[in-house]
């Protein structure tokens, strides 16, 4: 079964430029989700999806941040414009479920964001 | 709001000792799921254990036991013939069983196993 992709592994920009991010969940996952994990600390969610609904995005910081999951399936988050406080890893999870006992959390291998 | 606390930012033991992470954690809830999750340096977040909090055996997986204290609100992890695939940042991490809730992590424990 092939795992959470996502793309690009890093990237490093400018501040005030605006970065795109791309996560491919697996095959059947309902549920998709983001999280910024700023050197230091865990995780922390972002926003998240049930098929192509959002469910919370009550961390996300809608100025600058937008996210969208078209059909469903495949997710982009985007930054615009982006701040030096920006700079994190961010990484996206899916799950076959919202919640109740089968809601493990599957995470791809992460986007390193630099901003300048 | 459920909060996960990691007191231990590192960590170091000798290759085929023994180690324990410390968690704590805050909750109203009865019933929850605790989890470690390992994220080596090619930041892939790998599940380790899961406990469910209604159970009261300590869940284990091969070499990894936990130590759930409920009314404490403690839950250890125990690395066990430690090996030097284990050296890795470990996150535990809080998620309510029903409702929309989202991973809560802690800061994280940076492991190192000296050869």
């Known amino acids: 079964e092939a795992g959470v992709a996502q793309s690009p592994r890093y990237k490093i920009i400018e501040k005030r430029q605006s970065v795109a991010f791309w996560c491919n969940p697996i095959s059947g996952h309902a549920t998709l989700y983001w999280y910024q994990q700023i050197l230091g600390q865990g995780p922390k969610l972002l926003i998240q999806?049930?098929?192509?609904?959002?469910?919370?995005d009550s961390q996300l910081p809608k100025d600058r941040f937008s996210a969208e999951r078209l059909k469903g399936v495949d997710s982009t988050l985007k930054i615009q414009p982006a701040k030096l406080e920006d700079s994190a890893v961010y990484l996206c999870?899916?799950?076959?479920?919202?919640?109740?006992?089968?809601?493990?959390?599957?995470f791809g291998p992460g986007t390193r964001l630099t901003v300048l | 709001a459920q909060t996960v606390t990691q007191s231990q930012p590192e960590m170091s033991v000798q290759e085929a000792e023994t180690v324990t992470l410390s968690c704590t954690y805050d909750t109203s809830e009865s019933d929850y799921y605790l989890f470690w999750y390992k994220q080596p340096p090619s930041r892939q977040m790998i599940l380790v254990i899961r406990q469910e909090a209604y159970k009261q055996q300590n869940a284990t997986e091969n070499r990894f036991s936990v130590n759930f204290q409920k009314a404490a609100k403690s839950f250890s992890l125990k690395i066990s013939d430690s090996q030097l695939g284990d050296a890795a940042m470990y996150f535990c991490?809080?998620?309510?069983?029903?409702?929309?809730?989202?991973?809560?992590f802690g800061t994280g424990t940076r492991l190192t196993i000296i050869p």
């Open positions: 999806f049930q098929n192509n609904g959002v469910v919370d």
């Open positions: 999870a899916s799950s076959l479920v919202t919640s109740g006992r089968q809601n493990e959390q599957f």
């Open positions: 991490a809080y998620r309510k069983i029903f409702g929309n809730e989202k991973l809560t």
